[in-house]
């Protein structure tokens, strides 16, 4: 059954900068999917990458996937404090269960 | 307005009691799942349905029950064998399309 990491799972950061979550996955997974989630808050949906070398980017966010590698990331550019947030990714398994990582709980620092 | 409407917002139940939180969606999806959230945790799946009439258990099914019924309502029932029932719970339908989600705001369940 597919299984998915994520790391870190807390980031605390400087606005202005730069860093990426990683999201690895365990056994063979052709979609993969980033949420947010804000305190107290319900997830909504930031990506889906549904192919080998796809790359999404919304204003500060980019991510992408590598399923060779079975990996996806999520890039963010230039931090402001508006991205602290928790970030899931998920993917789909062969029974169509969806998987969840942990969540990376990123928190930016004015 | 399309989107999952989950109810109640907060519940308090008591020990022993069974409640059920509703989950509507007009979205026309297929597929709906309900997941459980511990504080600072991920999200477990406890049930799942792919079409009306069918449903599947996920990762923490015991003391949870659900009905598919209708293609719009996929409600969950916690019952009074669940252990440890305090959490957020999030009910989600899945676009065939991409598989992506889409969730209610949540059911806030606290046992006193």
């Known amino acids: 059954e597919l299984k998915v990491e994520q790391n870190p799972l807390f980031l605390s950061m400087q606005e202005g900068k730069n860093y990426t979550i990683y999201c690895n996955y365990s056994t063979t997974s052709d979609r993969l999917y980033w949420y947010r989630q804000d305190p107290g808050k319900s997830l909504e949906s930031l990506f889906v990458?549904?192919?080998?070398?796809a790359v999404k980017q919304e204003g500060r966010l980019m991510a992408s996937l590598d399923t060779k590698a079975r990996l996806s990331t999520l890039h963010i550019t230039a931090a402001v404090h508006d991205l602290s947030a928790t970030y899931f990714c998920a993917g789909l398994n062969r029974d169509d269960k969806i998987i969840f990582g942990k969540g990376t709980r990123l928190h930016i620092l004015p | 307005d399309g989107g999952i409407t989950q109810s109640p917002k907060y519940l308090f139940r008591k020990e022993g009691q069974n409640v059920t939180l509703s989950c509507e969606q007009n979205l026309n999806h297929d597929a709906m799942y309900w997941y459980r959230q511990d504080p600072g945790q991920g999200l477990r799946l406890i049930y799942y349905?792919?079409?009306?009439?069918?449903?599947q258990k996920g990762d923490i099914a015991e003391g949870y029950s659900v009905s598919r019924e209708k293609k719009e309502s996929f409600p969950l029932t916690v019952t009074s064998a669940q252990k440890n029932p305090t959490a957020f719970y999030l009910c989600a339908s899945r676009w065939d399309f991409t598989g992506e989600l889409f969730f209610g705001e949540g059911s806030r369940l606290t046992v006193l």
């Open positions: 990458l549904l192919s080998n070398g």
């Open positions: 349905s792919q079409i009306v009439n069918d449903f």
